[in-house]
């Protein structure tokens, strides 16, 4: 204790001086109703940060989003559909709650329809007449 405040402090103590006790509020306690008007600007501000879009990426996914790969599937489809609320920011790949919860219609791969056979196919005659047994129970 060999600050100069605490020096003073000692000095204080000795004289018998006792510093005043200054009330740092001006004007006293709060009214109830100050009191009231800043709990509502408190809780305005509270609701304010809550009404802010959650932002979902590849490292905080979704709940309903098992793997990283999945989550970036799916953004992937998000943005060939257009869907506003999902964007990439670098290697960053950002997507709304609300793009999230979009339904997008998929598309059915094209599949490919089976060929009719061939009414000219010989090869099984072929076979059979070369000795070939291609076939089990052939003859």
């Known amino acids: 204790m060999s600050s100069t405040r605490a020096?003073?402090?000692?000095?204080?103590?000795?004289?018998?001086?006792?510093p005043e006790q200054v009330d740092?509020?001006?004007?006293?306690?709060?009214?109830?109703?100050?009191?009231?008007?800043?709990f509502v600007t408190l809780l305005r501000y509270a609701n304010r940060t809550t009404e802010t879009p959650t932002i979902y990426t590849q490292r905080h996914?979704?709940?309903?989003?098992?793997?990283?790969?999945?989550?970036?599937?799916?953004?992937?489809?998000?943005?060939?559909?257009?869907?506003?609320?999902?964007?990439?920011r670098g290697k960053v790949a950002a997507c709304t709650r609300e793009a999230w919860s979009t339904d997008i219609a998929k598309r059915k791969p094209a599949g490919i329809?089976?060929?009719?056979?061939?009414?000219?196919?010989?090869d099984d005659e072929l076979d059979a007449?070369?000795?070939?047994?291609?076939?089990?129970?052939?003859p």
Request: charged share 35%.
């Open 61 to 88: 996914r979704p709940p309903d989003c098992s793997s990283r790969e999945q989550y970036l599937r799916r953004h992937r489809e998000l943005r060939r559909a257009g869907v506003e609320g999902a964007w990439m």
């Open 24 to 38: 740092v509020r001006a004007g006293g306690p709060p009214s109830r109703e100050q009191a009231f008007e800043a």
């Open 113 to 122: 329809e089976p060929c009719a056979p061939d009414a000219r196919n010989v």
């Open 7 to 18: 020096k003073r402090r000692r000095a204080a103590q000795k004289s018998g001086d006792e």
């Open 129 to 138: 007449a070369l000795g070939i047994r291609t076939k089990v129970g052939a």
